[in-house]
């Protein structure tokens, strides 16, 4: 929201971004018991771009879905302030989608954000507003088109018939439908966030009628995960009382994202409580995470275009990391055991191939009987969807390092059967011996994801080792020594 700010903002978000917002007495995040498997994201505007982002780099995590209110396609402003207030916003004949597909495809190849193919059982929900001054229809619409090429058709609800604003759209809460303002939650008679959520989860309780209860809302720590950055000291669950430390549910996360002005420092808790997500989590036992941008945030917007950090839409972007280690984090609290088939027997032949320095390829034979297959790393399980074929590519490995796995076949129901034999591999060393070396400039660097820039100066990656100014001029040799971390030096 409030776009028509950035412009102006922009010139001085470096040094905004110097400030934080006052901290509050607040919990670390707990860790629940949560159903990987079952883990979505949503957003609005600002936030919208960001679900897109996560969904995308981190499609593993969010395998499940994502949900989009007034958003636009993966990497859609380039790294550019005209970009995101101009075809990402107001111009969107302009969108190059093909070429942000491509990057979608190259980036993945390089590790640089997970497998595309994650995103091919997806769900995923888009909604723009007829009215939506502000985030024009056009922008959703190539959303949808970039969608098309990593998601089913069949796997997509788009919803554009109704008159809305520039808003989170409800049936009972907000300004009127056709109203653009604070807190940009509008009542339109109806219920986007309980759509969205019975589109990515399927068929669910009806949501609760009654007022909820004040001590499932929580604030924690977010500092525990980042400091500064655009993002705030605190952020907001609201997490179920059967899904809460000690409680006896194994329950879904759902991650919702504000957008510009909507954090609570400008709307107070109208986002977290009155969008309408909460009553369907208290009767579906949804663990719904809400992080929050600080004031010192362009606009309090997520970073979708780079004002924060060049590599923003990787999973290296400080904002994407943070929120990634809340979802692990929150989801750290184990699992009910699956179901056990002892009709199916273990996986034969499991084999590793394809070694690179930083995946294995995981082979085996069918089981007859079989409908899926779950692989496990050192006995923990790294698919985030069952397996429908005999291999799996495992990746986010460290390099010259060596791994075992084994692999059980699931019925229909997701109940397994023993486990296969363990197959071991070793990933290769890096190139240059273990590590390889690169002399750039620090803009070169920054392009390239082997650092970041933060208030006008440059940091590697990894090991936030202070490079200098960021700009053509300054010159440093960076030494990877494993995935996304850098060190200044030399190789031998």
């Known amino acids: 929201m409030a776009f028509n700010f950035i412009r102006a903002a922009a010139a001085g978000a ?20 949560i159903d990987k498997t079952q883990t979505t994201v ?6 919208g771009f960001m679900a897109v982002q996560l969904h995308v780099a981190y499609s593993a995590t969010f395998a499940k879905g994502a949900g989009v ?29 093909s070429t942000l597909v491509n990057t979608t495809n190259t980036w993945a190849g390089q590790g640089l954000i997970d497998p595309v193919a994650n995103l091919q059982n997806s769900k995923v929900y888009l909604f723009s507003g007829t009215l939506d001054s502000v985030v024009k229809t056009g922008v959703m619409d190539a959303l949808r088109t970039y969608y098309g090429s990593f998601v089913p058709a069949a796997n997509v609800v788009y919803k554009k018939d109704i008159a809305a604003e520039h808003a989170m759209v409800t049936d009972d809460y907000g300004n009127g439908c056709s109203t653009k303002g604070a807190p ?5 008679n109806f219920d986007l966030a309980g759509a969205m959520l019975q589109h990515l989860y399927g068929s669910l309780n009806p949501r609760s009628s009654a007022a909820l209860p004040t001590g499932n809302f929580v604030e ?10 655009g993002m705030a000291t605190t952020g907001w ?57 600080s004031t010192a945030a362009t606009n309090s917007c997520f970073d979708w275009w780079g004002y924060d950090n060049a590599n923003y839409a990787k999973k290296s972007g400080p904002q994407m990391a943070a929120i990634k280690a809340m979802v692990d ?6 699992t009910t055991n699956p179901p056990t088939n002892p009709a199916l027997p273990a996986p034969t032949g499991v084999s590793t191939s394809g070694a690179t320095a930083n995946s294995m390829v995981v082979g085996w034979s069918a089981v007859s009987g079989a409908a899926s297959y779950n692989v496990y790393r050192n006995a923990n399980k790294v698919n985030a969807l069952p397996v429908s074929g005999t291999s799996y590519t495992d990746t986010a490995l460290a390099a010259s390092t060596t791994y075992s796995w084994t692999v059980r076949a699931a019925d229909a129901n997701g109940a397994e059967g023993a486990a296969s034999a363990a197959a071991t591999g070793t990933t290769l060393a890096a190139p240059g011996g273990g590590a390889t070396c690169t002399t750039a400039s620090n803009y070169a660097h920054t392009m390239a994801g082997r650092a970041y820039v933060y208030g006008g100066y440059t940091f590697a990656l990894g090991s936030n080792q202070s490079m200098g100014l960021w700009n053509i001029f300054v010159n440093n ?3 990877q020594t494993s995935p996304n971390y850098y060190v200044i030096g030399t190789c031998p």
């Open 220 to 229: 924690f720590n977010q500092s525990q995960f980042i400091t500064n950055h």
């Open 69 to 97: 209110v007034a958003g636009g396609p993966f990497y859609c402003a380039e790294g550019s302030i005209v970009n995101a207030t101009g075809r990402c916003m107001a111009s969107p004949a302009g969108i190059p989608t």
């Open 237 to 293: 669950a609201y997490i179920p009382q059967a899904c809460q430390a000690g409680g006896t549910a194994t329950c879904k996360l759902h991650v919702v994202l504000h957008g510009c002005k909507q954090n609570i420092s400008d709307v107070q808790q109208q986002y977290v409580r009155n969008t309408g997500y909460n009553r369907w989590a208290e009767t579906n036992n949804i663990v719904m995470l809400y992080p929050q941008t």
């Open 14 to 33: 470096a040094l905004a971004l110097c400030a934080s917002g006052g901290a509050q007495a607040a919990v670390n995040l707990p860790a629940l018991k």
């Open 477 to 479: 040799t960076l030494k």
């Open 184 to 188: 940009y939650i509008s009542n339109c």
């Open 42 to 47: 949503s957003g609005l505007s600002a936030g």
């Open 329 to 334: 984090q929150v989801s750290s609290g184990g």
